[in-house]
């Protein structure tokens, strides 16, 4: 009879899945997701990732079997298991999802060295890397240009949820392991519940109440409207392409960014490992200084506070994002990947393309058109949290102090300062 693998990978949904789609034409089909033990002692196993994984695997597994389905679970090498679960029922193909990271295509080469049809299938991008292309190379290195390509580009149909998903026999579901088996903390406290059903939730409440006004409040770092569905997007548990539909232009961009870093990732895989564009920067190696930035004790508030923010949610406003980038790399002149090395520590949605791509933007080795670019984070104070309502719900030493002076309190009174307990600045803004 014929059968199927569905490899999972960042893809964790029913809903416009077209790998799983494509398997479940099968007579029989194995949904199939493993713990790769190679990503699970990497840059990937960040504790706050796990956990959300954890969440979108339960999640996914339930919808499964809503569809009479299951999601069968292994950990170590994925074409290892895909290798021994073809063999136990029989299965001639394997589908998984379009990922172009470098490790997704070594993984996508081993799997092809196995006698099995191997297909691909979009879902991670809306637009797939090389999806468009410009004719002078491989990718597009600005994005006005990309953006333009890619609203032009053709858009594939939504999958529809598959009407039954009918699991060949005789192969042991699995187990999910408990968290403290895969990972150990430190944990962010507050971090939202992971997978499909929480992403479509948080979807659906976000096009309620924010989604027409996005662009008037999402760089309002204290009104805290933005969408929020980085890390539902970086696992698959919402589609970028029905997001895509649903929202409106100013949110459209922010997903054209998301595959235009993919894209660049694609043709350039060492982008979280190397300049992009080398410019010669000689980078401090003050390591006092990074410590005092990874703790949010810069004495400089609003880096303080983005910082701060990040270690409580695994989350950080995308303006508070730019603020601390900046600070660590034009302030404190700190090597962009030591920066990239603990938001990825901490983030629930750390990806390596947009992580990567966002911080050599910042920092001047990749794709802004402006490499000197500095944003000096008291004038971003000023305009993105004018009343320090951002710094004084993350940086508790200054609540007691009122309007905008939250963001200088180093022009306080001496004695003022002292009582609140809150550092000089390590650099002179002024």
Request: charged share 30%; aromatic share 8%.
């Amino acid at each position: 009879m014929d059968t199927s693998i569905v490899l999972f990978t960042r893809d964790l949904r029913v809903r416009d899945n077209p790998a799983l789609v494509h398997a479940c034409r099968a007579a029989r089909v194995v949904p199939l997701f493993v713990l790769d033990d190679a990503i699970l002692g990497g840059r990937s196993a960040a504790p706050n990732r796990v956990r959300f994984l954890l969440d979108a695997l339960r999640c996914l597994r339930g919808s499964l079997r809503e569809l009479g389905g299951d999601l069968v679970v292994r950990r170590g090498d994925p074409v290892a298991h895909v290798a021994e679960l073809a063999e136990r029922t029989g299965a001639g193909a394997v589908a998984l999802a379009e990922d172009r990271s470098a490790f997704a295509m070594r993984r996508l080469a081993a799997l092809r060295g196995l006698p099995l049809e191997v297909s691909v299938h979009p879902g991670v991008t809306v637009v797939p890397p090389g999806g468009v292309a410009p004719a002078s190379g491989d990718h597009y290195r600005v994005f006005t240009p990309y953006r333009r390509a890619w609203e032009r580009a053709p858009r594939r149909p939504v999958a529809p949820v598959p009407e039954a998903v009918r699991v060949a026999p005789g192969v042991d579901a699995g187990p999910l392991p408990p968290l403290d088996a895969l990972t150990s903390g430190p944990f962010s406290p507050d971090v939202p519940e992971g997978g499909e059903r929480a992403g479509r939730g948080r979807l659906e409440a976000w096009l309620r109440r924010d989604a027409a006004v996005y662009d008037d409040v999402r760089d309002d770092l204290a009104a805290d409207r933005t969408s929020r569905l980085s890390p539902y997007l970086r696992f698959g548990c919402v589609s970028p392409l029905e997001l895509e539909h649903a929202a409106g232009e100013g949110f459209r961009r922010q997903l054209a960014w998301r595959d235009f870093h993919h894209q660049v990732a694609a043709a350039f895989p060492e982008l979280p490992r190397r300049d992009y564009r080398p410019r010669g920067h000689r980078w401090n190696r003050d390591r006092d200084a990074l410590d005092a930035w990874r703790e949010g004790t810069t004495g400089v508030p609003i880096v303080d506070a983005g910082m701060r923010q990040l270690r409580r949610e695994g989350f950080m406003h995308n303006r508070a994002r730019m603020i601390t980038a900046s600070f660590l790399t034009r302030n404190l002149r700190v090597d962009w990947r030591e920066g990239l090395a603990h938001f990825d520590a901490w983030l629930l949605d750390g990806d390596v393309a947009d992580d990567a791509g966002n911080w050599q933007w910042v920092a001047g080795t990749g794709n802004d058109t402006r490499p000197n670019r500095t944003l000096s984070p008291l004038r971003q104070a000023s305009r993105f949290d004018p009343d320090g309502d951002y710094v004084r719900a993350y940086v508790p030493e200054l609540a007691p102090v009122a309007g905008g002076d939250v963001h200088r309190p180093w022009r306080l009174p001496e004695e003022r300062r002292r009582a609140l307990g809150y550092p000089p600045p390590i650099v002179d803004l002024e």
